[in-house]
């Protein structure tokens, strides 16, 4: 397996590993602010407009990748407001089902901080649903919570559920 950041526009064949893994990631309940069923087309619209976000700077993207395979991402948020140059949001961690619980997820994780050091931040923020694994995740990798926030977001089965927002100084 190796992380790498995307620095050039994706393939088609990266694209669609991408729109599989998000397709995936929301049919087994990830909140990743999409409902189900989330249709292909939707998904793959979705990457196009992450990709000109790494094109223009906004953000950074990183893929796990087993073989030839993508299966498993993450985003930096870069552009912050003016008063905020220090701060980064990660966005969108995603591991595929079929990979879960191998240490995929922490290695993203430490990727992004790693990256987001290289870039300038020094805070980072992120947010996921109250009582899921990447609470967990989050948790372990020192990401200190604060009180979560009821109703704050729909789950992929388009239920009000609480998010937990997490900080963490890198």
């Known amino acids: 397996m190796q992380i790498r950041k995307v620095s050039e526009p994706l393939s088609s064949p990266e694209l669609d590993d991408l729109t599989s893994l998000l397709v995936d990631a929301v049919e087994n ?8 069923p989330l249709e292909e087309a939707r ?8 990709c000109q976000a790494v094109q223009h700077g906004d953000k950074a993207l990183l893929v796990a990748e087993i073989g030839e395979a993508i299966l498993g991402t993450v985003q930096v948020v870069l552009d912050m407001p003016q008063n905020q140059p220090h701060r980064g949001e990660v966005s969108k961690m995603i591991v595929h089902s079929k990979v879960r619980q191998v240490g995929l997820g922490t290695r993203l ?6 990256w987001a050091r290289y870039a300038g931040k020094s805070l980072l ?8 694994a990447a609470e967990h995740l989050y948790r372990k990798a ?11 977001a729909l789950t992929p089965d388009g239920v009000l559920a609480a998010t937990t927002i997490f900080w963490k100084r890198i």
Do not use: C, H, I, M
């Open 109 to 114: 994780l430490d990727a992004a901080e790693e």
């Open 125 to 132: 923020v992120l947010d996921t649903q109250t009582g899921s």
């Open 43 to 50: 998904a793959r619209t979705y990457w196009e407009g992450v």
């Open 29 to 36: 309940g990830a909140s990743l602010g999409f409902l189900k």
């Open 142 to 152: 020192g990401y200190n919570p604060l009180p979560p926030l009821p109703d704050y």
